[in-house]
């Protein structure tokens, strides 16, 4: 008889077309694989076509906490992979099959720098940590808060947050030399822990009129989003339409306050474009390299994003695009390939 396929359960939030591309890729390399999933995030409207879907998908508003425990209990799952510790359910699962069944904690917490953050922090490990065999993280910013939260090394895994590098290399790939557009590009919502006021005000300050600055997102700012020469709003757009956003390149900027790690970092990083991030960006730590990529900016400084912004507006594009060939070369490192060889890696590391 052919052997079985490996069932891995996925208690999961908020579904985003990055982290669906690696469980499908992961299904595709032989896994059976079952998604509890909440509704996207109304900023955030992803909008996903399951015809011919490799995954089951379940939503998670038809499951009480009896019928999550009988689903789960009904697939009988060879490991299962928790988003975080927001659904308490989650959590009193993965509590109830430990330690039949191995039970890994995806999470994207940076170590704290304030009180309330440790005490936070400390609260985690009292209450969460005997819920998981295994933390599985975006990258380096995260790793000490697990190892905190008493995860030993070999317990810990990175790359969870893993852009669909094969759809953005492709622009990076297909563009003629030279033909580097003049352009900033936003992609996220609009929100103000984003930073997008601050962008916007530095994009003001510039003089470089054939420069321009496209945003594409929505949420609560949306509204008061402001008009000037250069500026141009999109509104949300979906993974399939992108192709128009970034074929012709530009430079990403991604202004937030706050960001435990930021995927988009990666997608366009795949997609050969120079980087321009704030240092509190946890992707920023994988795929930019001060001075070579990109360049790094402190977080709510109007003033260091306009310098970074017009260094950018100085540089040839000769420059622009080899900066462009450094970022995609980064982003190779990570994949949904390597994405699902981690997730194998954890079922073999589960076994006795």
């Known amino acids: ?12 939030t908020e579904l985003a077309g990055y982290i669906r591309a690696c469980m499908e890729h992961l299904a595709a390399e032989g896994a059976e694989v079952h998604v509890f999933a909440f509704p996207v995030n109304a900023e955030a409207p992803f909008d996903f076509d399951t015809a011919g879907a490799l995954c089951r998908y379940l939503p998670r508003r038809d ?17 299962v992979v928790c988003s975080g510790w927001i659904d308490p359910d ?8 430990r330690p039949k069944v191995p039970t890994v904690l995806a999470l994207d917490n940076q170590y704290p720098t304030t009180l309330r953050g440790k005490l936070a922090l400390l609260r985690a490990k009292v209450r969460f940590k005997s819920a998981f065999d295994f933390a599985w993280v975006p990258g380096s910013p995260q790793v000490a808060y697990v190892e905190a939260m008493g995860f030993r090394k070999e317990e810990n895994f990175t790359g969870f947050y893993t852009a669909d590098t094969d759809h953005f290399s492709r622009f990076y790939k297909a563009r003629p030399e030279g033909s580097f557009a003049k352009r900033f590009l936003y992609f996220g919502r609009y929100l103000d822990f984003k930073g997008v006021r601050e962008l916007w005000e530095a994009f ?3 003089d470089a009129p054939d420069w321009e600055l496209w945003c594409a997102g929505t ?10 020469p250069g500026l141009r709003h999109f509104g949300f757009v979906q993974p399939a339409d992108l192709d128009t956003f970034v074929a012709e390149g530009g430079v990403f900027v991604l202004p937030s306050i706050r960001e435990p790690w930021g995927v988009a970092v990666h997608e366009f990083a795949a997609a050969g474009l120079p980087l321009i991030c704030t240092n509190v960006t946890g992707a920023a730590s994988a795929f930019l390299e001060e001075g070579k990529n990109g360049i790094l900016v402190p977080p709510a400084d109007v003033g260091a994003l306009y310098s970074a912004m017009k260094t950018m507006t ?39």
């Open 1 to 12: 008889m052919p052997p079985t396929k490996p069932r891995i359960v996925f208690p999961y």
């Open 219 to 228: 949420g609560a700012l949306y509204d008061e989003r402001p008009e000037m």
């Open 314 to 352: 100085e540089k040839p594009i000769s420059e622009l695009e080899s900066m462009g060939k450094l970022s995609a070369e980064a982003a190779a490192e990570l994949s949904k390939e390597k994405w699902a060889e981690t997730a194998f890696d954890i079922l073999k590391t589960s076994k006795p």
């Open 90 to 97: 989650y959590v009193a699962l993965c509590r109830s099959l």
């Open 63 to 79: 499951y009480d906490f009896a019928a999550l425990r009988d689903e789960v209990a009904r697939i009988d799952p060879d490991l």
């Open 204 to 206: 003001g300050r510039l």
